[in-house]
């Protein structure tokens, strides 16, 4: 089997098919967001703010109250 070559008609320049910076932050964006609501839907959060606050507040407090323990003890003894 060989690769076939197709050749154009027209005497039009073939452009590349670039995406734009704005593009690509806009796509991860959107990727990003449907996780977010999707992880939201799961847990059944996805009605009110308070629940998402109360939900993503304690998450973040089970990784940051260690870690900041953590320096504060290495500031101390160390």
Do not use: C
Not at 13 to 32: A, D, N, V
Request: glycine share 6%; proline share 4%.
């Amino acid at each position: 089997m060989s690769n076939t070559l197709f050749k154009l008609t027209t005497s039009e320049p073939i452009l590349p098919q670039t995406r734009g910076k704005k593009e690509l932050f806009g796509t991860i964006r959107s990727f990003f967001a449907k996780k977010y609501q999707g992880l939201n839907e799961w847990f059944g959060i996805e009605e009110y703010k308070s629940d998402r606050i109360w939900y993503y507040g304690t998450l973040s407090l089970m990784f940051f109250l260690p870690a900041i323990t953590y320096v504060i003890s290495k500031l101390i003894w160390s």
